[in-house]
């Protein structure tokens, strides 16, 4: 038993990749899962980011957006730009951010809502409603916003509030003495002096029927919302397997024909190396495609993923998606010299690259800073462009930023195994 | 007339000299051993010749035109060391895509593989998958791919390695056959045997370099020379007084260093010098149990040149 030990304890000491594997791989996962998952508790990395459409300009109106924009979990914007310049958002440009994965959601305090709340004061469910705009398949942040909105109802214009209140008290109950008038014209300034400065303003939001009237609204326009959520399961593991066949596909199809001698017999006809990895790159990218395709036909079958309905983008996806994933594959079979090399970096590229670019875990539940981080991924971008298509229901032509950036990586991923593969070559 | 001619090949991997001057010519339509021990530089050769390794120093030029080491020359055919064959494919099909990846296509294809089965002894093995082959029928298959669109030189690297002696007759027939239709063959081996029965000539190579080259007669008469090997095993060792009056009819007799019973001489006409031999040990009161006369052999010219038996 001793004896068996030393062997297996020599061997691995002497593999340093195998020893690497056993010790790193696992604290590197943990670290970036810890990283990924662990930093949505910090409020300064996973402020929901707000849009607010002031269609009332009324004092109201602006005491609420600017009682928003002092919410350390939202992060607001007022304008058509993102650094704050531009026209003032209106509803229409409002809408398009939600359903572009801008922001999650928009806010829009809609026009009369100042003067109906200024006439009847808290209950003001006869008045215009606020308008949540909103991908309701996201699960927390329109439900995040509505809460804080409802909190700074309560908070950012207590004054009005309690005039409007009194207002009521008075056309039920009848006027108050001038003593009373007098003492309230003394309160409220003080009153609104404490919400600006957040002094008496603070704690858990009120219930929500003494707040505005909300209404939440889904542009969106899903017919079929469960459909979308299976269709970004299926893109999400589609693309972390389609990356794992495209490693293997390449490793038997380039380190095998090493290790069998056949690459040396094909290299001695008229193909030459350029023509070989072309060849195989083009089998990886129908390989994956065919996958790809097969993996969604069971989406629709099994799960109803509306998968008929988005056809010319799915295409434009995968076709885009597989020819990236097929050159990935190559350069890291170019790149390793053993299948076990092969097989360890790969693991660790991949389930990285899957982790932080949304395959795992959706980017948009995950903080800014890791979603900006995830974009360096292969698969962010494969993902981003699926859920254009099943989920913002973009039209094929939206697509070009990703098929650009899918594209583009097709072309360093074959230069760099074209160069990688040089080592085949005469020596 | 000279189809290949290598001129002082030099070739350096890190700092393990590969090629250290090599120079030998392979002629039309013979089959020429690359003769030496492991790693002597004997792929090295084949692989700069193919255009897989660039030469340091020295030119390689192929039917007077200056192999570049870039790419394989198109009048070669390359037959490598391992089985280089897609084992889930048939052999139809392995030959079928080695065939068009070498330009062929067609009738001319379909007619180059079924020559190439039937040359092989294949023909009726076609559509099966190689993975089902035995050793020797992958070696026959291996080849076949390596000379289906009529190479005017081929070469083969080790091509009888791990194959029962049945089958490695069978591919030196198939070797022979297109010798005789003129295709130069340039083959690695280290089995002394092979080269001695079945090639034309034999190119010694050792540490880099070639040290001889030439047909067997040639070798042997620039080398041991044209003597005979007798060997006798007697019934018990000479005795010490007697060997001086046996020595007498055999100059170089020697006795063996951990057998004393078996005693060696050189002759050059056995005829003439073995009954003496025989005459004198018998009245040393010995008798011949045993007489072994060995021909000049490729195992001695290679002893002569390198001091060595060659290894496995």
Same mark, same amino acid.
């Given at each position: +038993?001793?004896?068996?030990?030393?062997?297996?304890?020599?061997?691995?000491?002497? $593999?340093?990749?195998?020893?690497?594997?056993?010790?790193?791989?696992?604290?590197?996962?943990?670290?970036?899962?810890?990283?990924?998952?662990?930093?949505?508790? @910090?409020?300064?990395?996973?402020?929901?980011?707000?849009?607010?459409? @002031?269609?009332?300009?009324?004092? *109201?109106?602006?005491?609420?957006?600017?009682? *928003?924009?002092?919410?350390?979990?939202?992060?607001?914007?007022?304008?058509?730009?993102?650094?704050?310049?531009?026209?003032?958002?209106?509803?229409?440009?409002?809408?398009?951010?939600?359903?572009?994965?801008?922001?999650?959601?928009?806010?829009?305090?809609?026009?009369?809502?100042?003067?109906?709340?200024?006439?009847?004061?808290?209950?003001?469910? &006869?008045?215009?409603?606020?308008?949540?705009?909103? $991908?309701?398949?996201?699960?927390?942040?329109?439900?995040?916003?509505?809460?804080?909105?409802?909190?700074?109802?309560?908070?950012?214009?207590?004054? +009005?509030?309690?005039?409007?209140?009194?207002?009521?008290?008075?056309?039920?109950?009848?006027?108050?003495?001038?003593?009373?008038?007098?003492?309230?014209?003394?309160?409220?300034?003080?009153?609104?002096?404490? &919400?600006? =400065?957040?002094?008496?303003?603070?704690?858990?939001?009120?219930?929500?029927?003494?707040?505005?009237?909300?209404?939440?609204?889904?542009?969106?326009?899903? $017919?079929?919302?469960?459909?979308?959520?299976?269709?970004?399961?299926?893109?999400?593991?589609?693309?972390?397997? !389609?990356?794992?066949?495209?490693?293997?596909?390449?490793?038997?199809?380039?380190? @095998?024909?090493?290790?069998?001698?056949?690459?040396?017999?094909?290299?001695?006809?008229?193909?030459?190396?350029?023509?070989?990895?072309?060849?195989?790159?083009?089998?990886?990218?129908?390989?994956?495609?065919?996958?790809? =395709?097969?993996?969604?036909?069971?989406?629709?079958?099994?799960?109803?993923?509306?998968?008929? &309905?988005?056809?010319?983008?799915?295409?434009?996806?995968?076709?885009?998606?597989?020819?990236?994933?097929?050159? !990935?594959?190559?350069?890291?079979?170019?790149?390793?010299?053993?299948?076990?090399?092969?097989?360890?970096?790969?693991?660790?590229?991949?389930?990285?690259? &899957?982790?932080?670019?949304?395959?795992?875990?959706?980017?948009?539940?995950?903080?800014?800073? +890791?979603?900006?981080?995830?974009?360096?991924?292969?698969?962010?971008?494969?993902? @981003?462009?699926?859920?254009?298509?099943?989920?913002?229901?973009?039209?094929?032509?939206?697509?070009?930023?990703?098929?650009?950036? *899918?594209?583009?990586? =097709?072309?360093?991923?074959?230069?760099?195994?074209?160069?990688?593969?040089?080592?085949?070559?005469?020596? | 007339?000279?189809? #290949?001619?290598?001129?002082?090949?030099?070739?350096?991997? %890190?700092?393990?000299?590969?090629?250290?001057?090599?120079?030998?010519?392979?002629?039309?339509?013979?089959? #020429? /051993?690359?003769?030496?021990?492991?790693?002597?530089?004997?792929?090295?050769?084949?692989?700069?010749?193919?255009?897989?390794?660039?030469?340091?120093?020295?030119?390689?030029?192929?039917?007077?035109?200056?192999?570049?080491?870039?790419?394989?020359?198109?009048?070669?055919?390359?037959?490598?060391?391992?089985?280089?064959?897609?084992?889930?494919?048939?052999?139809?099909?392995?030959?079928?895509?080695?065939?068009?990846?070498?330009?062929?296509?067609?009738?001319?294809?379909?007619?180059?593989?079924?020559?190439?089965?039937?040359?092989?002894?294949?023909?009726?093995?076609?559509?099966?998958?190689?993975?089902?082959?035995?050793?020797?029928?992958?070696?026959?298959?291996?080849?076949?791919?390596?000379?289906?669109?009529?190479?005017?030189?081929?070469?083969?690297?080790?091509?009888?390695?791990?194959?029962?002696?049945?089958?490695?007759?069978?591919?030196?027939?198939?070797?022979?056959?297109?010798?005789?239709?003129?295709?130069? #063959?340039?083959?690695?081996?280290?089995?002394?045997?092979?080269?001695? /029965?079945?090639?034309?000539?034999?190119?010694?190579?050792?540490?880099?370099?070639?040290?001889?080259?030439?047909?067997?007669?040639?070798?042997?008469?620039?080398?041991?020379?044209?003597?005979?090997?007798?060997?006798?095993?007697?019934?018990?060792?000479?005795?010490?007084?007697?060997?001086?009056?046996?020595?007498?009819?055999?100059?170089?007799?020697?006795?063996?260093?951990?057998?004393?019973?078996?005693?060696?001489?050189?002759?050059?006409?056995?005829?003439?010098? #073995?009954?003496?031999?025989?005459?004198?040990?018998?009245?040393?009161?010995?008798?011949?149990?045993?007489?072994?006369?060995? %021909?000049?052999?490729?195992?001695?010219?290679?002893?002569?040149?390198?001091?060595?038996?060659?290894?496995?």
């Amino acid at each position: +038993m001793g004896t068996l030990l030393r062997i297996g304890w020599l061997n691995l000491r002497r $593999d340093r990749v195998a020893l690497a594997l056993v010790f790193a791989l696992p604290i590197l996962f943990f670290s970036i899962f810890a990283t990924v998952f662990g930093g949505q508790g @910090d409020t300064a990395t996973t402020r929901i980011r707000v849009a607010v459409v @002031d269609e009332d300009r009324s004092e *109201l109106s602006a005491r609420l957006a600017d009682g *928003l924009r002092k919410e350390t979990g939202l992060r607001v914007r007022t304008t058509a730009d993102a650094a704050g310049a531009g026209p003032a958002l209106d509803r229409a440009a409002g809408e398009r951010l939600v359903r572009n994965g801008d922001v999650p959601v928009a806010v829009v305090i809609p026009k009369g809502m100042g003067e109906a709340f200024a006439k009847q004061g808290l209950m003001g469910s &006869s008045g215009p409603a606020i308008l949540l705009l909103s $991908d309701v398949s996201d699960p927390v942040a329109p439900q995040m916003v509505l809460g804080l909105l409802q909190k700074v109802t309560m908070t950012a214009a207590p004054d +009005m509030m309690v005039r409007g209140g009194i207002r009521q008290f008075e056309q039920y109950a009848g006027a108050m003495t001038p003593g009373q008038k007098a003492a309230v014209d003394k309160w409220l300034p003080q009153l609104k002096a404490q &919400s600006e =400065t957040g002094s008496g303003g603070s704690g858990a939001p009120q219930a929500g029927g003494m707040g505005v009237g909300v209404e939440v609204v889904d542009v969106m326009r899903t $017919d079929n919302r469960r459909g979308s959520l299976v269709s970004f399961y299926a893109a999400g593991i589609g693309v972390m397997f !389609l990356l794992f066949s495209s490693v293997a596909g390449a490793g038997s199809a380039l380190l @095998d024909e090493v290790e069998s001698g056949t690459l040396e017999r094909l290299l001695s006809t008229n193909i030459g190396m350029t023509g070989l990895l072309t060849g195989k790159w083009l089998l990886l990218a129908l390989i994956g495609c065919a996958q790809l =395709t097969v993996m969604f036909l069971w989406g629709r079958l099994a799960f109803g993923l509306p998968l008929f &309905s988005h056809l010319p983008g799915f295409l434009v996806m995968t076709a885009a998606t597989a020819a990236a994933a097929a050159a !990935l594959g190559l350069v890291l079979a170019t790149l390793a010299r053993t299948r076990a090399q092969l097989s360890g970096f790969s693991t660790i590229l991949i389930l990285t690259m &899957s982790a932080l670019g949304g395959s795992m875990f959706p980017r948009f539940l995950m903080s800014e800073n +890791m979603q900006n981080i995830g974009l360096l991924t292969f698969n962010a971008w494969a993902l @981003d462009g699926y859920l254009k298509v099943f989920w913002r229901q973009a039209a094929v032509w939206q697509l070009w930023p990703q098929v650009l950036v *899918l594209g583009g990586l =097709t072309v360093v991923f074959l230069g760099a195994a074209r160069a990688l593969a040089r080592r085949w070559e005469a020596a | 007339m000279n189809v #290949l001619t290598v001129t002082d090949a030099r070739k350096k991997f %890190g700092s393990v000299v590969a090629l250290d001057g090599a120079s030998f010519e392979l002629r039309q339509g013979e089959l #020429l /051993a690359l003769l030496g021990p492991n790693g002597a530089g004997k792929t090295t050769l084949i692989r700069a010749i193919a255009g897989r390794v660039r030469l340091d120093g020295g030119e390689i030029r192929i039917f007077d035109r200056i192999a570049d080491g870039r790419r394989t020359p198109p009048e070669l055919g390359i037959v490598p060391q391992e089985i280089a064959l897609y084992p889930l494919l048939t052999a139809r099909e392995n030959l079928e895509v080695f065939g068009k990846l070498h330009g062929l296509s067609g009738t001319a294809l379909t007619k180059q593989v079924d020559w190439a089965l039937e040359q092989t002894g294949l023909a009726d093995r076609a559509r099966e998958p190689v993975r089902q082959f035995s050793g020797g029928m992958r070696r026959r298959l291996n080849i076949a791919c390596g000379v289906l669109h009529r190479p005017r030189i081929v070469l083969l690297d080790e091509p009888t390695v791990g194959v029962d002696p049945q089958s490695r007759d069978r591919i030196y027939d198939v070797l022979a056959e297109l010798a005789a239709s003129g295709v130069s #063959l340039l083959l690695t081996t280290h089995h002394l045997e092979e080269a001695e /029965a079945r090639c034309s000539r034999t190119v010694i190579i050792d540490h880099g370099r070639v040290i001889a080259g030439g047909t067997l007669a040639e070798l042997v008469d620039r080398t041991v020379g044209r003597f005979r090997l007798v060997t006798l095993r007697l019934d018990a060792p000479l005795a010490a007084e007697a060997i001086v009056d046996v020595a007498a009819a055999a100059p170089d007799i020697s006795a063996d260093a951990t057998d004393a019973r078996v005693v060696r001489a050189r002759m050059r006409d056995v005829a003439l010098e #073995l009954p003496p031999l025989l005459e004198r040990i018998r009245r040393a009161g010995r008798s011949v149990d045993d007489v072994e006369v060995r %021909g000049p052999s490729l195992q001695a010219v290679f002893i002569h040149l390198t001091g060595r038996e060659l290894r496995e």
